[in-house]
């Protein structure tokens, strides 16, 4: 496996797309006339799949013309690494409630109103599987979030939320007026329970008067990173995820405001998915960041 979108960013390339990829390292433009199609069409027109298939025409010269900016930097290594990351990655456990993540659901607070969200979810989804149509193109997440806070009786007031009126949607009202009257019809156990608290961390703009120190340690720790990726001629979420280094500062292993400790942080950085590179080139700065936050803020 060769990735030259990641390969380029490793390499410090400014645009990464495949076409500036080809017209700055191989010389030549690809064609352009089709790139702004709906390509969830189907079935796709003859021309289409033309242009597709050019895509990856010069494919093979720009992973070559990648690996040697690479490789003159010093930086293959990283990139085979990244690769093994990926190629090795678990795979990701299927959603068990996927209606959840329908956009605005959190204005829909009673399980019978989110009943609905969750049968529309589904009847949408399964037409969009049959149809081969996006589910979005089908019905909008808005028009799904306002049927559930309304619960529209009947045909006449499903058709008052504007979006059950587009083309895609009036093809099936039978449809979702059959999935709201399951909701409305469901026992009090089959409700969806209230969704358990997710581990996330409040938005750092918040850190200030939340968590102080911690936010002195982000700020820190931040700065350190964005001048080694700077130097390096590497984006800061290639060097490490932001998430990663959020989350190293929010709660850092052992004891921040006495000690330094790289094993540590080289040991949380690892838990967290950083690859071996990434873990030797951050952990003493991390490291160092982190002691000199919590200093900052305590004097």
């Avoid at 909701?183 to 918040?206: F, H, I, M």
């Avoid at 979420?237 to 292993?253: F, K, Q, V, Y």
Wanted: with cysteine; net charge negative; aromatic share 6%.
């Amino acid at each position: 496996m060769f990735d030259t979108e990641l390969g380029a960013r490793l390499a410090g390339c400014e645009r990464v797309g495949l076409g500036p990829l080809i017209e700055s390292l191989l010389g030549f433009s690809l064609a352009k006339e089709h790139s702004a199609v709906d390509w969830s069409t189907r079935p796709l027109p003859e021309p289409w799949l033309g242009y597709a298939a050019l895509d990856v025409e010069l494919l093979i010269e720009l992973r070559h013309e990648v690996a040697k900016l690479l490789e003159d930097q010093g930086k293959l290594a990283w990139a085979y690494e990244e690769y093994a990351a990926i190629l090795n990655a678990p795979t990701a456990k299927p959603r068990t409630e996927p209606w959840r993540r329908t956009s605005d659901i959190h204005q829909v607070k009673r399980p019978r109103n989110q009943a609905v969200v969750r049968e529309l979810w589904y009847a949408r989804d399964e037409l969009a599987r049959t149809t081969d149509i996006a589910p979005g193109r089908i019905l909008r997440d808005a028009a799904i979030v306002e049927a559930a806070l309304k619960v529209p009786a009947n045909r006449d007031e499903l058709l008052e939320i504007s979006g059950f009126t587009t083309r895609s949607a009036f093809a099936h009202v039978p449809t979702w007026l059959a999935a709201i009257e399951r909701a409305r019809n469901l026992p009090e156990s089959e409700l969806p329970e209230v969704a358990a608290k997710v581990d996330t961390l409040p938005p750092p703009r918040n850190w200030p008067t939340r968590a102080p120190i911690a936010y002195a340690r982000l700020e820190a720790a931040r700065l350190a990173v964005a001048e080694l990726a700077l130097e390096l001629t590497i984006p800061v979420e290639n060097l490490l995820m932001p998430e990663t280094l959020r989350r190293i500062c929010w709660a850092p292993p052992g004891n921040s405001d006495t000690e330094l400790n790289p094993d540590l942080v080289a040991d949380f950085l690892a838990a967290r998915g950083a690859r071996g590179w990434q873990i030797k080139l951050t952990c003493d700065p991390i490291a160092k960041a982190l002691l000199a936050g919590s200093e900052l803020r305590n004097t």
